[in-house]
């Protein structure tokens, strides 16, 4: 077994009930969930929206290998309404340089972001490990420092 945390964020719709539905789906379908974080509300980070977010930070254990745990939460965020932001669509951008260019933020109902998994690093084009912007967001760091000392 694989402990791993994960990141979590909505800001469309039942923001709390798509975050709880979120943590179900996750237990159900990719591993046990062994502690959960406070939900916090945060301003959108690298776009511009009138829609705040709800984050929070959950650890699981998971038999599944960093692929599968990603294909699986990406599957999640799809049954639960995650749209793909199709290239040169309306998406507002920040106008903060620091950002990845190749991103395109969008408001969403769920996102779900691997932030560690064990004392792993996988570098690849579509999986980095750990999240390589996990240390400039306060919504990843603060709930994450909220359930890694328990």
């Given at each position: 077994m694989?402990?791993?945390?994960?990141?979590l964020g909505s800001n469309?719709?039942?923001?709390?009930?798509?975050?709880?539905?979120?943590?179900?789906?996750?237990?159900?379908?990719?591993?046990q969930?062994?502690?959960?974080s406070?939900?916090?509300e945060t301003e959108?980070w690298?776009f511009?929206?009138?829609?705040?977010?709800?984050?929070?930070?959950?650890c699981i254990?998971?038999?599944?290998?960093?692929?599968e745990?990603?294909?699986?939460?990406?599957q999640i965020?799809?049954?639960?309404?995650?749209k793909?932001?199709p290239?040169?669509?309306?998406?507002?951008?920040?106008?903060?340089?620091?950002l990845?260019?190749?991103?395109?933020?969008?408001?969403r109902?769920?996102?779900?972001?691997?932030?560690?998994?064990?004392?792993?690093?996988?570098?690849?084009?579509?999986?980095q490990?750990?999240?390589?912007?996990?240390q400039?967001?306060?919504?990843v760091?603060?709930?994450l420092?909220?359930?890694?000392?328990?």
């Amino acid at each position: 077994m694989h402990i791993v945390y994960l990141g979590l964020g909505s800001n469309l719709g039942d923001r709390e009930a798509l975050l709880r539905e979120a943590i179900q789906r996750i237990g159900d379908r990719v591993g046990q969930v062994v502690r959960q974080s406070s939900f916090i509300e945060t301003e959108p980070w690298g776009f511009e929206s009138d829609h705040p977010f709800l984050n929070a930070v959950i650890c699981i254990d998971t038999a599944l290998t960093p692929r599968e745990l990603l294909l699986a939460t990406q599957q999640i965020e799809r049954d639960m309404g995650r749209k793909k932001t199709p290239s040169g669509g309306t998406t507002r951008h920040s106008k903060d340089d620091s950002l990845p260019a190749a991103r395109h933020y969008t408001d969403r109902p769920i996102d779900i972001d691997i932030l560690l998994y064990d004392d792993l690093t996988v570098d690849e084009p579509d999986l980095q490990i750990p999240h390589p912007l996990m240390q400039q967001r306060d919504f990843v760091m603060t709930p994450l420092r909220e359930i890694s000392n328990p």
